[in-house]
């Protein structure tokens, strides 16, 4: 049996690695529990031209961040992890300080106390002091700070090219091979790949 992974899109801004994420998980054939706060809704239609109802069905199962009995509320439920992506500083503020008001924190509070991994990937910049005392806090508590942050050896020629890069590294977290991104395997390495690209 293949177990899921929670899934999670809150409000920042970046919906569109909560959206890619899902869709290179059907990719891959695995089940996604799909979690939308109430803001990510919102953002969708600022920051994308996909639909709610093109995003819920990436998932295989789809919970209301009302419902804080589903599922993925109890440890019992065995999953492989859970991926905020992206993650606000409201929902890292809640699940460093275990304030489980919704089912999005509970979840999470649930893979720390499971031992199971939490992947964050928090979008707020700049960050002030209190922003990285939270994220400090969360790690203390197992989670994995991971921001979207863009990576440029493997030579990324689109946005795409970015958030899947970004998106590899959340996967690599919770153990599930991809090929988003071309891994560094060395200077010499590296060197004869762009030769090879180019035409030298």
């Known amino acids: 049996m293949t177990l899921p992974l ?98 999005v924190v509970r979840a999470a509070d649930v893979q720390l106390k499971e031992g199971r991994k939490l992947v964050l990937m928090v979008r707020e910049t700049p960050l002030h002091k209190g922003h990285l005392e939270l994220m400090s806090r969360a790690a203390d508590c197992g989670a994995v700070i991971l921001p979207p ?19 590899g590294k959340a996967l690599d977290q919770v153990g599930i091979e991809h090929k988003l991104f071309r891994r560094w395997s060395g200077r010499q390495d590296d060197k004869e790949a762009r030769s090879q690209a180019s035409g030298e």
Not at 34 to 55: D, H, K, P, Y
Not at 149 to 167: N, R
């Open 6 to 103: 929670v899934v999670a899109i809150t409000g920042a801004t970046g919906v569109i690695y909560g959206v890619e994420l899902l869709r290179v998980l059907k990719d891959l054939g695995q089940p996604a529990h799909l979690i939308l706060s109430e803001a990510a809704g919102m953002n969708f239609a600022i920051e994308t031209q996909t639909s709610l109802e093109e995003v819920r069905s990436l998932a295989a199962v789809v919970y209301s961040n009302k419902d804080v009995g589903a599922a993925v509320a109890s440890g019992s439920f065995l999953t492989r992890g859970m991926i905020v992506a992206p993650c606000t500083i409201k929902t890292l503020s809640a699940i460093a300080n275990s304030f489980t008001y919704n089912l």
């Open 149 to 167: 942050m863009p990576a440029f050896y493997h030579q990324p020629k689109t946005i795409m090219d970015l958030v899947h890069q970004s998106i």
